[in-house]
């Protein structure tokens, strides 16, 4: 009886957790964990919400990463997100091939030094030294930054 209780509480705070928005197996197991709950309820509820449809972790990292992208992030930074969200590496990088390509990257990357451009600015080595550097924080592959500022005829 105390174990069904335990079920139904869990269950319950899941569902208003999820309420939020989408979450990742490992988020929604951390949570049910810092609750109190046994990992057996933890499991219990999880497997049952993973068979509704309410946890699923491949749509869930399907949309993230359209997100991370609409929001000019690169893949490396991207890829280390979803490994610290508890992803495995297989699976992020099936992902991340599927749903991002170089043109794409790219184009964000242009995109990006275009916004950072300003009228009558002094394109110096620190300047340009600035703009890699952030692009890299933003997780840009260094062969794909250096081909964006060739194109903008500031790199060799």
């Known amino acids: 009886m105390h174990n069904d209780e335990q079920y139904k509480k869990a269950r319950s705070l899941l569902f208003r957790y999820l309420t ?5 197996k490992k988020e929604t197991s951390d949570y049910l964990s810092k609750k109190g709950f046994s990992p057996e309820v933890c499991d219990t509820v999880i497997t049952e919400l993973q ?17 991370r992208k609409d929001r000019g992030i690169g893949s490396h930074r991207i890829r280390f997100e979803l490994l610290n969200k508890g992803f495995e590496n297989q699976h992020v990088d099936e992902l991340i091939i599927t749903l991002i390509n170089d043109h794409e990257e790219l ?28 692009l890299q924080r933003r997780g840009f592959s260094n062969h794909l930054i250096f081909k964006a500022l060739k194109n903008y005829g500031l790199a060799e």
């Open 20 to 24: 939020y928005r989408s979450r990742t």
């Open 51 to 67: 068979e509704l449809g309410y946890i699923n972790d491949r749509l869930y990292a399907q949309d993230f990463i359209r997100y």
């Open 107 to 134: 184009e964000t990357i242009e995109r990006l030094i275009n916004k950072r451009i300003q009228k009558n600015s002094n394109f110096d080595q620190r300047w340009l030294a600035r703009q890699i550097s952030f």
